[in-house]
């Protein structure tokens, strides 16, 4: 017995409908694809110490064409008809820091109105933790140049309100981004508002200085997943190489946290997360360590 094709309240089939479909009836907005590719580097030291000195970096694309010329920017750019989200981001990824095959997952959609001065502009931003070890940035496409960023995130001020069922508070946080050659800041206002079992959290650029768009909003909150992701996933592996010491676990921990944890507890937390070696540390006028690796049967019971 066959099926009789489905019909609305005019008698008319889906494949009728769409058939006679006017594309044009709806305004359509663009979309965008902008991706925050973090590390953790050394910084340059001039003492010695038992441990390099690491920083949280992020790859910016310093922009090459109009709007925002010579400004920097995150490595994005327009989803084609065609592909999808995930196939724009790496293509853009790559056409503009010659960066391939990585790990990225969707942040978050940002769609204020006024975002983009050329027209209305949907951007989906990625997320990515990278060892740098193994990759080779070069700038392309409409980029001028592609450099690293040492990533600072500071709290400047903060304030709350009692409301009749709930509570509102502000922060008010100051972005620094430093390369060898230039310094970029600015400042977000965080607003989260409670009203009984309603949150909501609203997201202000105060101050920039050097950022093209919004980028600088997509950092202050990329930041802030990235500690909360850190404590309840093992996104941090990717930052770390094939064998590590767990100091230098902790370190790269801390570093994203923001501060500094004792090793007991730390190493708790941690025990089964990663698998003993036999190798060691070769490192001249050091006293050898143990080297671990990640706990890959961990990820697969996830």
Known sequence: MSKQPVTDRNGITEEQFLKTYDAGVYERPSVTVDMLIFTVMEREQNNYRKLSEKSLQLLLIQ???????????????????????????????????????????????????????????????????????????????DAADAAWFEVSHEILEASRRELEQGYEQDQFIKITLQSDKVTLSGVVKVTESVQGHVSKIQREIVQ???????????????????????????????????????????????????????????????????????????????????????????????
């Open 63 to 141: 922009r090459g064409e109009h709007p925002y010329l010579g400004q920097w920017a995150l490595p994005g750019g327009f989803v084609g008809v065609h592909e999808s989200l995930d196939e724009a981001a790496r293509r853009e990824l790559f056409t503009e820091t010659n960066i391939d095959n990585i790990y990225m997952e969707q942040l978050y959609t940002w769609g204020e109105v006024q975002r983009d001065p050329r027209m209305r502009v949907i951007s989906c931003s990625y997320m990515a933790l990278v060892d740098r070890t193994a990759l080779n940035v070069q700038a392309g496409d």
């Open 208 to 302: 920039s200085e050097g950022f093209a768009f919004d980028h600088l909003m997509m950092v202050q909150y990329a930041i802030e997943r990235l500690r909360g992701k850190v404590e309840y996933t093992d996104i941090i592996f990717n930052l770390m190489p094939p064998l590590f010491t767990l100091s230098e676990l902790q370190r790269v921990y801390e570093i994203i946290l923001g501060k500094e944890l004792l090793a007991a507890a730390f190493r708790r937390k941690i025990a089964d997360r990663v698998m003993e070696t036999e190798d060691f540390t070769r490192d001249a006028g050091h006293r050898p360590s143990k080297l671990y690796r990640y706990n890959m049967n961990r990820a697969s019971n996830q």
